[in-house]
């Protein structure tokens, strides 16, 4: 699932590629990924050009002429790929942006993935139910957030309400990287704690960010990241990098939850 280190990078990379590029023609090929019928989404999309490309979480923002924006969110995993003029594509897609020069985007993605046009100042539940993104807030805020609530501190990182941006793929690392138990409570986390575990976000979404995002996740133009968050996630029973004890595993909600019981507590 592409985290805050892919949706920004793609962000970015599409900022810099299609700023100015008027967007002539898309093609559907799922529809139910939409906002709206399909004739009254393209009537949102078609002919207006990008202004601005940005993201929030785990949604990539384009900004359109007239206050008009298209919000593309990847769900469980997929890729936004850029095509040149004249190259045939094809990729697997859900939808093809066509561009005036002759470019084109490919959007596609395996479950859960949204292609949303929105209105001038028009509420976008799915988007605007978001906190702040985790990367743009102090030390203050994200002790208080977290510090105040019982619920397991791995849980309440991955409530985007909260804070968005972090998912299963990088969450295992973030806590390992703080010596801190997947299950412990969020008041439960001493202040010294809570600066660890800051830190470690910021370390991690930042180098990730550097090596062009997680290892099996491709960026504009099809190239693959080399960040692997590998510490301890999807380890179970191998050894612990840093102590050599086996990694465990536990369900918190829907999914498991890997960690080293030696090194955090």
């Known amino acids: 699932m592409p985290e805050l280190p892919e949706i920004r990078n793609l962000a970015v990379q599409m900022n810099e590629a299609l700023l100015g590029s008027a967007i002539m023609l898309a093609d559907i090929l799922q529809p139910k990924c939409l906002n709206l019928p399909e004739d009254l989404w393209k009537a949102r999309i078609e002919g207006r050009t990008i202004e601005n490309v940005d993201a929030k979480g785990k949604w990539i923002r384009v900004h359109l002429t007239d206050g008009y924006e298209l919000r593309i969110n990847l769900g469980m995993g997929g890729e936004v790929l850029l095509h040149d003029a004249g190259e045939e594509v094809s990729v697997k897609k859900r939808a093809l942006l066509m561009f005036a020069d002759g470019r084109s985007i490919s959007v596609n993605f395996w479950w859960f993935g949204s292609l949303h046009a929105i209105g001038p100042g028009e509420m976008h539940a799915p988007f605007d139910k978001l906190g702040p993104d985790?990367?743009?807030?102090?030390?203050?805020?994200f002790a208080a957030a977290y510090s105040c609530k019982k619920s397991p501190i791995k849980t309440l990182l991955l409530k985007q309400d909260i804070f968005c941006g972090i998912g299963n793929y990088y969450v295992h690392d973030i806590l390992f990287a703080a010596g801190i138990h997947p299950m412990r409570p969020g008041n439960s986390l001493s202040e010294e704690?809570?600066?660890?575990?800051?830190?470690?976000?910021?370390?991690?979404?930042?180098?990730?960010i550097l090596q062009g995002a997680a290892d099996y996740e491709r960026d504009l133009y099809n190239?693959?990241?080399?960040?692997?968050?590998?510490?301890v996630g999807y380890r179970e029973g191998e050894p612990c990098r840093v102590c050599g004890t086996a990694i465990a595993a536990e369900r918190i909600g829907s999914a498991n939850s890997y960690f080293c019981p030696k090194c955090q507590k």
């Open 223 to 231: 190239n693959l990241g080399h960040y692997s968050a590998t510490q």
């Open 193 to 208: 704690e809570m600066m660890r575990l800051f830190n470690a976000v910021h370390k991690i979404f930042q180098k990730a």
């Open 134 to 141: 985790i990367l743009n807030v102090d030390e203050t805020e």
